[in-house]
Each structure stands twice: as C-alpha cells, then as structure tokens.
C-alpha cells in the first residue's frame, strides 16, 4: 500500500513547482496551491531560505485535506518557515498564521509571505522572528498562544539544535495541538533522528499519514501524550 501510494502521490506533488516563462532581475521558483500561482523567492547562500521537497508534501496534504483538518480560522504556527510556502498555502485556505523563522531569515519570509498573500486571504498572516528554545515565554505567552496546528517541514537535520527544537515543540503545544510535520530522512543523519525521535515520543503520540519512500519523506500527525491542560 505504502509503494502503491507513493507511486501515485509523489508525481502529483511534485507537479505542483513549475520554471517561470522568463528570466527577471529577480530570481524565484513558482508553485501552484489552492488555485494561486505562488511565486517564492530562494537565497542559495542561507540553509533555510530554500524550498524543500518536505514544504511539497506538506503543502499538499494541507490543500487536499482542509475541510477535514478545518483550517478556516484556525490558529496555527509554523516553526522554521524558510522561505514561507507552507505558511502562505496555510493562509490561502483561511487560516491564521503566524510563520516564524531566525532573524537572518526573516527579510526574505516577510517578502514572500506578503508578495503572495496581499489581498487574497481571510487572515492577513503575520511572520515573527522565533529562535528555538530562546525566550519562549516571551516569543509565544502560554496563556495567550493557543495554537490549533503547529506546522514543520524539514526540521530535524544535522544541527545543534534539537533539544532547543524539541524545547519549542513542547512549549508551543497544548492538550489539544496537532502537530503536522513533514521529514526528511537522510542516511547520514539515522542516529541524530533516531535520538529525536526517541525523545520526542517521550511528549508525543505520533502516527504517520504520508510514507513517500522515493523522496524518503513521512509526513506525520502527532499530539501530546498528557492530558492536562497547560
């Protein structure tokens, strides 16, 4: 069933970038969601400031799944952002968002966000500078910040920030949260997100709703293992 799926779903998603027409001063990569033209704006020069395949899947199972999910109005999170596709698709389909990333980030998210989401949305979105487990509380007050989905795409990868990132999930997420997170598996990386993964089923019931072995992507659900209200 898994390779069947994968077989038929991989090629839709991937369908979903196009190459412009044309060459501007401008360099950027179009995506077609929820009926719109998206164009993002990459950096070569920074990590998290480039589309990957991980925001594809994402992005597409929030498109096909939106009236199950009920995002129309919803209070949702994204954590590292990047280039803001996720965020902007969240947004086109009704959602509040509020898409996060580090400070160097932030210009060209700004940029993306508002090219595409200006006068198109029920929720104008807002993009805010969040570092992994620094300053939560203050970021994102508990009593305030009810989030109905947190988002990922691509998160856990070979840096030095997990714990911060497993701090921020944990911060952002109450009884009631959904987390939706796409990830990437890399050879290199078994015994980082092997650890990971250990420590975030600790917190968290997960269940995997994509398996997409060719792009080694697993798009997974997850909410927290307690049942008190923080």
């Not at 009920?70 to 999170?77: C, F, H, T, Y």
């Amino acid at each position: 069933d898994s390779q069947s799926k994968d077989e038929w779903l991989v090629p839709k998603i991937l369908e979903r970038r196009f190459v412009p027409a044309y060459l501007t001063c401008v360099a950027w990569e179009g995506f077609n969601f929820v009926g719109h033209e998206i164009k993002i704006v990459e950096s070569t020069d920074l990590f998290g400031a480039t589309v990957w395949p991980s925001a594809l899947v994402l992005c597409y199972f929030l498109e096909k799944n939106a009236k199950q999910l009920g995002l129309e109005d919803k209070r949702i999170i994204e954590i590292g952002s990047g280039t803001g596709l996720v965020s902007i698709v969240a947004s086109l389909l009704g959602a509040q968002v509020i898409a996060t990333d580090l400070e160097d980030l932030i210009g060209n998210l700004q940029y993306n966000v508002v090219r595409n989401t200006k006068l198109k949305c029920k929720h104008v979105p807002q993009v805010k500078e969040l570092t992994w487990g620094s300053n939560l509380e203050e970021k994102c007050p508990e009593s305030s910040s009810h989030f109905d989905y947190i988002l990922a795409a691509d998160v856990v990868y070979n840096h030095p920030y997990l714990n911060e990132l497993l701090e921020t999930f944990d911060h952002l997420c109450q009884e009631k949260t959904i987390i939706l997170w796409a990830m990437k598996f890399r050879k290199e990386n078994t015994l980082i997100q092997n650890n990971f993964f250990h420590n975030f089923q600790k917190l968290f019931d997960m269940e995997a709703i994509y398996d997409l072995p060719s792009l080694g992507i697993k798009l997974y659900k997850a909410r927290r293992r307690c049942t008190f209200t923080k």
